[in-house]
Nanobody, 123 residues
Framework: QVQLVESGGGLVQPGGSLRLSCAAS????????MAWYRQAPGKQRELVAA???????NYQVSVKGRFTISRDDAKNTMFLQMNSLRPEDTAVYYC?????????????????WGQGTQVTVPS
């Protein structure tokens, strides 16, 4: 089992910045990818940014150039630096981890979620 705890959310004015953190604990091995998702009221959860164990990243088009995902493996922590925030970025942000365990004959993936942290950018 992997436990995830997000922090860093809050209320910020348009154009401001926030840095979200996701601390992982528990059976932290074979982590294949980590990601940030968000869910706004009345909308489906959507991928914001992801980073693989090799360091490759990808971003939702609407956040490219404004958000940066990173990870500190020594501290088992992932970050999301969010700059130039907009009202449409208002959502609950969730940390997501995919653990891939490979044996000689099988590949199993396990997915874990944090509880979420609220980010509010008033219009």
């Amino acid at each position: 089992q992997v436990q995830l705890v997000e922090s860093g959310g809050g209320l910020v004015q348009p154009g401001g910045s926030l840095r979200l953190s996701c601390a992982a604990s528990g059976s932290i091995f074979s982590i294949y990818a980590m990601a940030w998702y968000r869910q706004a009221p009345g909308k489906q959860r959507e991928l914001v940014a992801a980073i693989t164990s090799g360091g490759s990243t990808n971003y939702q088009v609407s956040v490219k150039g404004r958000f940066t995902i990173s990870r500190d493996d020594a501290k088992n922590t992932m970050f999301l630096q969010m700059n130039s925030l907009r009202p449409e970025d208002t959502a609950v942000y969730y940390c997501n981890v995919v653990q891939r365990i490979t044996t000689a004959t099988t590949v199993d993936e396990y997915e874990y979620w944090g509880q979420g942290t609220q980010v509010t950018v008033p219009s």
